[in-house]
């Protein structure tokens, strides 16, 4: 059990570029969320996912896109990156909520730390 | 508007005392409050949850308190080791939401 998955770890855009990152689970956790946590800023939610086929927007999704295609894969794209979004990106995943015994506890992947140039 | 207050400085603590944390927050009604443990350059991973219609909860040496009406949670790590050394991160959510809404996370250093 991998558990979540991020690639890559690190990388380095220039401003303007574009590139996708990747998270996996292999809980068959319904739902899936992506976050970026910048100094004394915290955790903010970007977009996520409750099921295979939907988005929401979170906290902060300006400059933001995300596919959840399949169950197991929730992809964050970034079309036109900027300086304003080299952060520190973690996906997290849960199960279903619902119900007294319900923990939705969630389980975060490694990290991908983006810099914008 | 919602607030979730962790202490910003950190807490330094000598191995084997008590450490105690404390999370405040305003404007939620939460259906339970969430503690996670995040290490330098690692992923937040889960320690405790307790619902709001709980006092107290333990896990090993972890104990977590929550008092809706104070609108508080604390976390204590009784006799303190240096591998306890982390930020540890109050997380609440509203019911029938998975939504987590994060605090901004309280480090800790266990001097030996």
């Known amino acids: 059990n991998a558990g979540v998955t991020q690639t890559p770890k690190f990388r380095v855009l220039k401003t303007g570029q574009s590139m996708t990152l990747l998270c996996a689970q292999d809980?068959?956790?319904?739902?899936m969320y992506w976050y970026r946590q910048d100094p004394g800023m915290g955790l903010r939610l970007i977009h996520y996912?409750?099921?295979?086929?939907?988005?929401a927007k979170g906290e902060v999704p300006d400059g933001y896109n995300v596919s959840r295609l399949k169950k197991q894969n929730f992809l964050l794209g970034l079309e036109s990156a900027a300086p304003s979004q080299t952060s520190v990106y973690f996906c997290?995943?849960?199960?279903?909520?619902?119900?007294?015994?319900?923990?939705?506890?969630?389980?975060f992947g490694p990290g991908t730390r983006l810099t914008v140039l | 508007s919602q607030k979730i207050e962790q202490n910003s400085e950190a807490l330094n603590i000598q191995e084997g005392k008590t450490a105690t944390l404390t999370c405040n927050y305003t404007?939620?009604?939460?259906?339970?409050l969430q503690w996670y443990r995040q290490d330098p350059g690692r992923g937040p991973v889960f320690l405790l949850l307790?619902?709001?219609?709980?006092k107290e909860k333990r896990k090993e040496r972890l104990k977590v308190t929550f008092d809706t009406t104070l609108k508080q949670s604390l976390f204590h790590i009784t006799a303190s080791q240096p591998a306890d050394s982390a930020t540890y991160l109050c997380?609440?959510?509203?019911?029938?939401?998975?939504?987590?809404?994060f605090g901004k996370g309280n480090q800790v250093v266990v001097i030996p």
């Open positions: 997290a995943s849960s199960s279903v909520a619902g119900g007294l015994t319900s923990t939705d506890t969630q389980y």
């Open positions: 809980m068959n956790h319904e739902y």
């Open positions: 996912s409750v099921g295979e086929g939907t988005t």
């Open positions: 404007n939620y009604s939460p259906a339970y």
């Open positions: 307790i619902r709001e219609n709980e």
């Open positions: 997380a609440l959510a509203k019911r029938g939401n998975n939504r987590l809404a």
